[in-house]
Nanobody
């Protein structure tokens, strides 16, 4: 069983920074992909960034150059450093662990943390 707990959200002015943390309890496998997603009101949940155990990283175009995902293996924690925040970054941010492929794929989600960027 995998449990994820996010923290670090809040209210920030445009141009500011926030750092989100996601602490993962339970076993993490070498093939697991960890990531951050977000969901704004009235919109679908979208990918923000992912990182593999080999530190292969993928970002949504909208956050490239502003956000940085990282992983602390010793603490079983994944981070999202968000700089130069914009009002359109306002959303609930969810931590995610993706395990397996195809019909065996399993997704684990945290409870989400609210990020609000004021203009």
């Amino acid at each position: 069983q995998v449990q994820l707990v996010e923290s670090g959200g809040g209210l920030v002015q445009a141009g500011g920074s926030l750092r989100l943390s996601c602490e993962v309890s339970g076993s993490i496998f070498s093939g697991d992909v960890m990531g951050w997603y977000r969901q704004a009101p009235g919109k679908q949940r979208e990918l923000v960034a992912t990182i593999t155990s080999g530190n292969s990283i993928n970002y949504a175009d909208s956050v490239k150059g502003r956000f940085t995902i990282s992983r602390d293996y010793a603490r079983n924690t994944v981070y999202l450093q968000m700089n130069s925040l914009k009002p359109e970054d306002t959303a609930v941010y969810y931590c995610n662990v993706a395990r397996g492929l195809g019909s065996n794929r399993k997704l684990y989600w945290g409870q989400g943390t609210q990020v609000t960027v004021s203009s």
